[in-house]
């Protein structure tokens, strides 16, 4: 087998996302599965689940998984990469437990996770880490054999995953009325977490900010050499849902247009940067109530798409794939990464982006199925 297309020692790859419900019925199930041992109120559930309804009690998220499924299996096919890849989620079906227990029962042995996440966080990361371990743990119970689980590096910053995004700004400024177009900020935007979550993010802290940070730079002077306009621009927050007196990163998406209404600024196109699909937080927070914001202030807004099923994105995860490959068996392949942080680390450090409590988490260096 040629190496450019050798996948070993891995025998599989698996798409490890959230998961949404896909009807009303699954709503409120699937927020208790999501808020299991935080004491959220039946009541705030049902409050929550008025987003979903919204839009028939179904979250995109599941159809655009299917969706990059059939991409990444699209692209290792047409490139001669014989890797089976399978999906599963952590707070629907199709389960992550459910789907390592088939993997085993395939006879898949060393098996490589790519997050629907592109970012250092404890939510974004080591919660995907730690879901993993609770799987294998539930392997271990069955007596079934556990097979190595591996995760794939932060992906923010590599070209698949910038180019499309950059391209969804330019579309989206095309969307602006003329007028106000070379005017408009770039306003970048992520899920809020608590700002002490932030802090601890990566191996040495604040690496959950930095990165946004970082690729929204990028993305910014891409959109200024295409267009010859230097956009001002920002990052703000979005999807807050922890108590009023936990500090989280701020300023809201919805604060944030208010100001620059009250600055004159002509017009804004919102930038999804910290999303990989467009899921609830995307068309409840940005294209619902965002929006309606803009709409009230009488402020011109875009929005531009996530990467999605992108064929540049599914790309790139086989070219991660074979990188990773490549590393573990003792080679040193190229690692594309744009910006100033460089490529992230294979393997997450002992003690990278802590939890409120401390639970075992695989696919990294304190891995106790190593």
């Given at each position: ?168 700004v330019l579309a989206a400024l095309a969307e602006l009325p003329a007028g106000v177009r070379d005017g408009a900020h770039l ?73 620059l209404h009250g600055r004159g600024v002509p017009g804004a196109v919102m930038v999804p940067v910290g999303f990989v699909s ?93």
């Amino acid at each position: 087998m040629s190496d450019v297309l050798d996948a070993r020692p891995y025998d599989a790859l698996l798409l490890l996302s959230f998961g949404g419900p896909e009807g009303p019925e699954d709503v409120i199930p699937f927020l208790e599965n999501v808020t299991r041992g935080r004491g959220i109120p039946r009541e705030r559930l049902a409050e929550v689940g008025q987003h979903y309804h919204l839009f028939g009690g179904v979250s995109p998220i599941n159809a655009q998984n299917r969706e990059l499924l059939a991409a990444l299996r699209e692209d290792f096919a047409a490139h001669g990469l014989d890797l089976p890849v399978y999906w599963g989620n952590r707070n629907w079906a199709p389960y992550l437990t459910d789907t390592l227990r088939q993997m085993v029962k395939d006879g898949r042995r060393r098996v490589l996770t790519l997050a629907t996440s592109a970012y250092a966080s404890y939510s974004g990361c080591r919660q995907y880490r730690e879901n993993l371990a609770d799987a294998l743990a539930a392997l271990d119970r069955e007596g079934l054999a556990r097979p190595r689980v591996d995760k794939l590096r932060h992906y923010f910053n590599h070209p698949g995953f910038v180019r499309p995004v950059t391209d969804g700004v330019l579309a989206a400024l095309a969307e602006l009325p003329a007028g106000v177009r070379d005017g408009a900020h770039l306003v970048f935007t992520t899920h809020s977490v608590p700002t002490a979550q932030a802090e601890t993010s990566g191996p040495a802290g604040g690496a959950y900010v930095a990165q946004h940070l970082d690729v929204a730079r990028v993305i910014a002077d891409a959109v200024r050499a295409e267009t010859g306009v230097d956009r001002p621009w920002e990052l703000v927050y979005q999807s807050r849902s922890g108590a009023p007196h936990v500090p989280w990163l701020e300023p809201d998406i919805c604060d944030h247009l208010a100001d620059l209404h009250g600055r004159g600024v002509p017009g804004a196109v919102m930038v999804p940067v910290g999303f990989v699909s467009d899921h609830m937080e995307v068309i409840y927070d940005l294209d619902t109530e965002a929006r309606a914001k803009a709409e009230e202030l009488g402020l011109p807004v875009a929005r531009s798409a996530t990467v999605g099923a992108d064929p540049r994105f599914a790309a790139a995860v086989r070219e991660l794939v074979l990188e990773r490959a490549a590393a573990e068996r003792g080679g040193h392949p190229e690692r594309r990464a744009l910006g100033a942080l460089g490529p992230s680390h294979d393997v997450c450090p002992a003690g990278c982006c802590p939890g409120r409590t401390e639970r075992p988490a695989a696919a990294g260096a304190d891995s106790p199925y190593a």
